[in-house]
């Protein structure tokens, strides 16, 4: 894949596309927290002059929020105030020949049906350059918020037991914990990825969204599972590693 010459973020009104790389740096650092001023020209190593039009121009655009530092008014920090949504990468053809051949092998099987269709909608964005895993991901928290609701265990060892029997009683595949600390665990048979092409990037960030929603949900603190290796990687399983925030 190659480098990402642009980002696309989402404001309250629309999406902004992002091509400048230092503006994508600044974006990017502020997706784990608030910056102050100096701390955003320390991690670019750019000029204060730089630093301080850039911030200005995504400000403007409504990517980003300033505020004043507490303890020194003189002193602005920033704010993420929009939401990754795309990034562009190197279109993978093979990927809509694969899913249009996957939604006719599955006609007469209603479920195979709509998960290959399902499958085609998503790949045919990445056939064409544009890797929507952001947005994939944040649904996956969404809807792992609530599938987290029916769970009912408040320990890291069970909740990944409870994780295990919903991915195989859903067909969404088998669950096997390598080690627990950290917390690793293989998905083999995945229904998203499993008979996909080598494309040198994990696929899942969907499965990412969900178990990290319900790790979170169910123990009430930030956890993160970051998928490691894929069928996109050339494996024949997912491997997600598991950590807290």
Not at 171 to 200: A, H, Q, R, W
Request: proline share 3%.
């Amino acid at each position: 894949m190659k480098k990402s010459d642009f980002e696309l973020y989402a404001t309250k009104n629309t999406v902004v596309v992002v091509k400048g790389k230092v503006k994508r740096q600044i974006l990017r650092l502020l997706q784990e927290r608030s910056l102050g001023f100096d701390e955003i020209v320390e991690a670019t190593h750019k000029a204060k002059s730089t630093i301080s039009k850039h911030l200005q121009e995504l400000e403007e655009e409504g990517l980003i929020a300033s505020f004043e530092d507490r303890a020194d008014r003189r002193k602005k920090h920033y704010a993420l105030k929009s939401r990754l949504v795309g990034i562009s990468a190197e279109g993978s053809p093979s990927f809509d020949r694969k899913t249009i051949e996957d939604v006719a092998s599955a006609l007469g099987d209603p479920a195979a049906f709509i998960n290959a269709v399902m499958r085609s909608i998503r790949y045919k964005f990445d056939s064409l350059g544009m890797d929507v895993a952001p947005t994939l991901y944040q649904l996956g928290t969404e809807i792992g918020t609530v599938i987290a609701r029916d769970m009912r265990a408040s320990d890291l060892k069970g909740v990944i037991e409870e994780v295990k029997r919903f991915w195989e009683s859903h067909d969404l595949g088998n669950v096997e914990v390598l080690s627990e600390k950290p917390l690793t665990f293989i998905v083999t048979n995945c229904y998203e990825c499993s008979d996909m092409p080598n494309v040198g990037r994990t696929l899942c960030a969907f499965d990412e969204g969900i178990v990290s929603a319900i790790l979170q949900r169910r123990l009430g603190q930030p956890y993160r599972a970051k998928e490691i290796e894929c069928a996109g990687t050339g494996h024949d399983h997912c491997k997600f590693l598991v950590t807290p925030r």
